[in-house]
């Protein structure tokens, strides 16, 4: 039952500088209950240390398709970003969020990333949490061959994050 990704043509695994994938299976929570902190862009930092600098969309802190949002990571100063899918998981179907980010320059530090989620119920009763991203660029090459890579590790910490707060209640 496992899905999968929707990727755009040009952020093609396997076709970019770097790409990673984080996957984890969680008891005792739903789909229903991890989304609003997923969504809820800021909830974020809650739970989420290697995030910062956080700009909502005007329309409010719920990420939906087409928003605009800026945030920091992994070191790069806030890289605008625009939601291209934002779908809520039901009891049968998969939630989908995914958003482009980009960071605009020359061609030592222009960055162009989507990051992808899906969350989901599974079958036997524990919900899935999948995220993937991929990169272009140089410094997305570089960061590719950071060891330990800090994109794998950070992801990590994402999704363990998000599936505490989740089974906390907000807690």
């Avoid at 605008?80 to 969020?97: C, I, K, N």
């Amino acid at each position: 039952m496992s899905s999968t990704i929707i990727w755009p043509q040009q952020y093609l695994p396997g076709t970019t500088d770097n790409y990673v994938s984080n996957e984890i299976f969680v008891a005792g929570i739903t789909a229903e209950q991890v989304w609003p902190y997923l969504v809820n862009i800021t909830k974020w930092e809650s739970y989420y240390n290697n995030v910062s600098q956080i700009t909502p969309p005007s329309s409010g802190p719920i990420l939906r398709k087409d928003d605009k949002f800026s945030f920091s990571t992994f070191g790069f100063p806030p890289l605008q970003s625009q939601v291209w899918e934002s779908v809520a998981p039901t009891a049968s179907s998969p939630g989908r969020l995914a958003w482009r980010a980009w960071q605009d320059g020359d061609e030592e530090t222009a960055l162009d990333v989507y990051h992808a989620w899906i969350v989901e119920n599974t079958e036997w009763g524990v919900v899935r949490i999948l995220t993937q991203e991929v990169q272009v660029g140089k410094p997305a090459a570089e960061l590719a061959t950071a060891r330990p890579n800090p994109m794998l590790n950070g992801h990590q910490d994402w999704l363990d994050g998000l599936a505490k707060i989740a089974k906390a209640g907000g807690n």
